[in-house]
């Protein structure tokens, strides 16, 4: 064991618990490492970082050996209460929590309380409940039900229970008031029944920060909730399509400000790579990492560039992201009109494999990426694949897509380390007046 993890591993038993080492803050990027999560502490997550998209706690087409081709994976992997929530019979049956049901390599879980690629009706949280939807339809849960769902699940964290329905733009100040404020009631209410159950007494909460598009609310509901015992913090109602990236990183950066240092913020409902650097800057941590999933389930492939590595010795180490696009990247629709729904919209990220100028095109879906789908077959296969409905697709192009994302955060954290931010969302958003990027 290096001094380094000896430290750390006298630092979690001295302390307790999940602790964030930051190692550099450059232009509001935080970077550094999360450290001590899970119950013997013995997973940690670079930052800023993504956690590994589930439902139900399996990765989307993925088999746990086809998913551990990919290199660098998180350590951190999400599950959503919605999906698991009516199966909590058979769990708490089982006894051994959700990861050992689901047959996981060994990773630290986050459950949140809706999965952030489905859609969420609306208008029925109460004072005393959330509600979330299962395919049996809608489960009512109060502090009690909550927590012991969380107690069968077993996840190294959780969020807090939460009214998140404010993140429409036409939400009253009255009603973003009542959000905050039952956010804060939820969260207390939370906190003591978790100290009351002995199968959670290794897991750690997440507050939920709350407040709609109004500054207020978002400073008040983070400096209450930064006063509870909370591990980090959730910052939820940031996905509106309809909220400009200017007023986002406005709120999120009065949000971080009132939040302590030492404790991780993670961010819900945004995965565009121009977004997340917004946010990033704003002082976010942690993503979601359903974005690959949800251009897996469009037919498309991430192409683009992530590289800004200018040493041809240090290039040839790091996983290459060579665009090539053919000039013939289709035309994007307008990126805010991306939403929360199943697929969203495409974006100026990727390339639609199931157009037929794929149906000839013998390269791999990026030039010089390592993933198996790249390394194996090109894109006029995927492009058979999805217009021949054959599930294989759905498996290549979520382990190419989820291999690019990790890389993009990767290279991300590289950028902030070497204090080059600025070439690499130049180089990540570079695009041209035809929606297309510009080739190198
Ligand atoms: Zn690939």
């Not at 209460?81 to 879980?109: N, Q």
């Not at 502090?143 to 429409?168: L, N």
């Not at 974005?291 to 240090?314: I, M």
């Not at 969203?344 to 037929?356: A, P, R, V």
Request: negative net charge.
């Amino acid at each position: 064991m290096s001094c380094r993890c000896v430290s750390r591993f006298l630092n979690y038993f001295q302390r307790g618990g999940m602790k964030l080492e930051l190692s550099k803050v450059v232009q509001g990027c935080r970077l550094g490492v999360l450290i001590g999560i899970g119950k013997t502490g013995q997973h940690s997550l670079e930052l800023p970082g993504c956690l590994l998209y589930t439902r139900c706690a399996t990765v989307p087409h993925l088999t746990q050996d086809t998913l551990h081709t990919l290199t660098y994976l998180p350590a951190g992997a999400q599950v959503a209460l919605d999906g698991l929530a009516e199966h909590h019979e058979v769990l708490e049956e089982f006894k051994e929590g959700v990861r050992k049901f689901a047959g996981l390599h060994d990773t630290a879980l986050f459950c949140s309380l809706h999965d952030p690629a489905t859609n969420c009706p609306t208008g029925h949280v109460t004072n005393k409940t959330v509600s979330v939807w299962g395919s049996g339809g809608r489960i009512e849960m109060t502090a009690a039900r909550f927590i012991a769902m969380q107690a069968v699940i077993q996840p190294d964290c959780y969020q807090s229970m939460a009214d998140g329905e404010t993140w429409q733009t036409n939400t009253s100040r009255k009603r973003v008031h009542k959000a905050v404020n039952r956010t804060l009631a939820h969260l207390d209410e939370c906190l003591t029944l978790h100290h009351k159950t002995p199968q959670l007494k290794h897991t750690e909460v997440f507050g939920v920060v709350e407040g709609g598009d109004i500054l207020e609310e978002r400073v008040r509901s983070a400096r209450e909730t930064a006063k509870r015992p909370v591990a980090g913090f959730v910052l939820d109602g940031f996905q509106s399509a309809a909220m400009e990236q200017e007023l986002r990183g406005q709120l999120i950066t009065a949000v971080t400000a009132e939040l302590p240092v030492e404790k991780p913020r993670m961010l819900q409902g945004v995965g565009r790579p121009d977004e997340v650097i917004a946010c990033v800057e704003a002082g976010v941590d942690l993503f979601e990492g359903f974005f690959p999933f949800q251009v897996t389930e469009r037919g498309c492939a991430l192409c683009f560039d992530y590289n800004v590595t200018p040493d041809p010795e240090a290039a040839a180490l790091s996983p290459p992201t060579v665009l090539e696009l053919n000039g013939e990247r289709p035309a994007v629709e307008d990126p805010k009109q991306n939403d929360v729904g199943n697929t969203g919209t495409m974006t100026q990220f990727e390339i639609n494999l199931k157009d037929i100028r794929y149906r000839e095109d013998f390269r791999p879906l990026v030039e010089g990426c390592g993933c198996y789908c790249c390394k194996n077959h090109h894109r006029a296969y995927v492009h058979h694949l999805l217009v021949t409905s054959e599930l294989l697709a759905g498996v290549l192009l979520m382990l190419h897509n989820t291999a690019h994302y990790l890389g993009f955060f990767r290279a991300l954290r590289e950028a902030i380390s070497h204090e080059r931010l600025q070439d690499f969302k130049t180089t990540v958003t570079k695009v041209d007046f035809g929606g297309r990027k510009q080739l190198h």
